[in-house]
C-alpha cells in the first residue's frame, strides 16, 4: 500500500484507529473463515460458497437497506442460486459435512458483510477504497499475525 501511496495511485487520508478497527476485524473474519472453509471444504464447494457471496450481498442489501435489484439482475442470480443449490446437493462429502457446510455459509455470509461494511464505511469517512485499504491493513495483518499460531499448525 504504502508504494501505492508513493506512487500517487492515491492521496492519504488520515483515519484514526478505532474509526477503521471494527472494519479491520471484519476482514480478518472473512480472511480467517474463507481459510477454514478451504481447509474442510472441497474446492469445489469453497467455489460454490465464493460466487454465493453475490447472491448474498444482494439478498442483505434487500433486507438492511431496501435496495431493489433489477429484474435483469434478478434473473441472472436466480440462475446463479440454482446452479449453488445444485452443486451443493450432488457433492456428496458435503452432505456429509455438516460442520464444511456451517464453516461455508459462515465465510459467505461474513464476506457479504464485510463487502457491504466496507461500502458503508467508505461513504461515511469518505474516503476511496484504497484509501480504506490503507488505513486498516496494518491493523488486520497485526490481527492475523496474532492469529497464525492459533490457526495453523507450525509444523515445528
Known sequence: ??????????LHKPLGPLQVFPLA??????IVLCNLSLNVNTVGFYQVMKIAVAPTVMLLELIFFRMVPRAKVVASVF?????IAIATV???KLVSNMFGLAVGAAATLVTALYQIWAGSKQ???QASSMQLLHAYT?????MLLLLIPVMEPMGW
Open 1 to 10: 500500500m504504502r508504494l501505492f501511496l508513493m506512487a500517487g495511485m492515491f
Open 25 to 30: 476485524a471484519a476482514y480478518v473474519g472473512y
Open 79 to 83: 440462475v446463479v442460486c440454482l446452479g
Open 90 to 92: 450432488t457433492d456428496s
Open 123 to 125: 461513504k461515511e469517512l
Open 138 to 142: 496494518p491493523q488486520s495483518a497485526l
